[in-house]
């Protein structure tokens, strides 16, 4: 920790995102992007375990370019198996197709496959760095709100992160605002139980904005570092939802200023491109900041996060990896890149 932002979390650096966005026109400098230098969050172990939990995906991936790329094909022959290999990982067309023809303007014909295979590694980081920004929670009294629909994993996530910093020593307090649902008010309680975390509630039917507002005078008094917002996500009431999650917005941002300081979406990785077509309803809110990823352990369709950050230009923040609290990662860009295809 340091300044009390998580050390790590989607550290910007504007000269290597500007080299890697500019791989096209450094074909003969290949060599001098050091992707183990990268953003090493958690060390050589969160490495290792980040490639056990991408397993599927990197099956998917990287099992299909190894054989492409130990074939006799042409270059062109390669890109275009490529081409496929993105799409059947649920890359999406429009990023699969923007990938390839990168890789076609920074290669020649006479590469060899192990330089196509750096090549689209630094293809793939370009698009994962190129809205990277540090999580926003080291603020005295940081409030973060949870956005997302029903069943894609923002309560749990809500938790994991709660665990997260009340490891790094912050006293957090989260607060069950879906109160037309009794499934969400149960689930959050049960793990503010097991966390050891407190957790304001209302009656069922209740405003939210209202239980949000009597949350904020509790942390407020308690002196609490971290207050955590779980959200109704009933995307076929979209408009009622919308202008829920606006008016719980403006009650955080009237209680502490510059809050709400995250407003995460949480989109289910295991769907793939139907994350996406989540995720453009929620895009109708103002002042996302992130995505938490959750569920992206045990699917093939991990793919889905490039198309989700180049169409929707927010950086992915953290990603779920499994059902124990403890399965949450700071999203590293560069070293997501490395798991999936090397």
């Given at each position: ?7 790590g979390?989607?550290?910007?650096d504007a000269?290597y995102?500007i080299?890697l ?12 992007i050091?992707?183990?230098w990268g953003?090493?969050y958690n ?8 490639r ?10 990287k ?5 492409l790329?130990?074939s006799?094909?042409n270059r062109?022959e390669?890109?275009?198996a ?15 197709e ?9 290669s020649?014909r ?7 295979r750096t ?11 190129r809205n990277?920004?540090?999580v926003?929670l080291?603020?005295?009294h940081s ?7 029903n ?6 996530s809500l938790a ?8 790094q ?13 009794a ?12 966390l ?5 509630r209302?009656?069922y039917?209740a405003d ?11 942390f407020k ?6 207050l955590?917002?779980d959200t ?6 979209n408009?009622n939802?919308?202008?829920?999650l606006?008016?719980?917005k ?6 502490i200023?510059a809050?709400?300081h995250e ?6 990785a ?5 994350a996406?077509?989540?995720?453009r309803e929620f895009?109708?809110?103002s002042g ?11 699917t ?5 996060v490039l198309?989700?950050?180049?169409e929707l230009?927010?950086?992915?923040k ?8 403890t399965?949450?990662m ?6 997501f890149?490395q798991?999936m295809?090397?």
């Amino acid at each position: 920790m340091e300044g009390g932002k998580i050390e790590g979390a989607g550290r910007p650096d504007a000269d290597y995102r500007i080299a890697l966005g500019r791989v096209g026109r450094l074909r003969g400098r290949v060599g001098r992007i050091d992707f183990a230098w990268g953003e090493k969050y958690n060390g050589c172990a969160a490495m290792i375990n980040l490639r056990q939990k991408l397993l599927r995906t990197r099956e998917s991936i990287k099992g299909r370019i190894d054989a492409l790329l130990a074939s006799p094909k042409n270059r062109e022959e390669i890109l275009d198996a490529l081409m496929e290999i993105l799409i059947l990982a649920d890359v999406g067309i429009p990023t699969a197709e923007k990938i390839i023809d990168n890789l076609r303007r920074a290669s020649k014909r006479s590469d060899a496959p192990q330089e196509i295979r750096t090549l689209l590694q630094h293809e793939i980081a370009a698009i994962l760095t190129r809205n990277s920004a540090p999580v926003n929670l080291g603020q005295p009294h940081s409030v973060a709100m949870f956005v997302g629909i029903n069943g894609g994993g923002k309560t749990t996530s809500l938790a994991k992160l709660a665990r997260l910093y009340q490891s790094q020593g912050k006293q957090v307090m989260m607060v069950a605002a879906d109160t037309f649902r009794a499934a969400a008010q149960e689930q959050l309680t049960i793990w503010g139980k097991r966390l050891s975390v407190p957790v304001i509630r209302g009656q069922y039917g209740a405003d939210p904005a209202s239980v949000t507002y009597d949350a904020l005078q509790s942390f407020k008094a308690r002196g609490f570092d971290l207050l955590l917002i779980d959200t109704a996500g009933r995307i076929h009431t979209n408009t009622n939802l919308m202008n829920e999650l606006e008016k719980i917005k403006k009650i955080v941002s009237r209680e502490i200023a510059a809050a709400p300081h995250e407003v995460f979406l949480v989109l289910d990785a295991s769907i793939g491109q139907n994350a996406l077509i989540q995720a453009r309803e929620f895009m109708k809110f103002s002042g996302l900041t992130g995505i938490f990823l959750s569920k992206l352990d045990g699917t093939a369709k991990g793919g889905c996060v490039l198309s989700i950050i180049d169409e929707l230009q927010l950086p992915v923040k953290f990603i779920g990896i499994g059902e124990r609290e403890t399965d949450i990662m700071l999203f590293s860009p560069l070293e997501f890149a490395q798991a999936m295809i090397t």
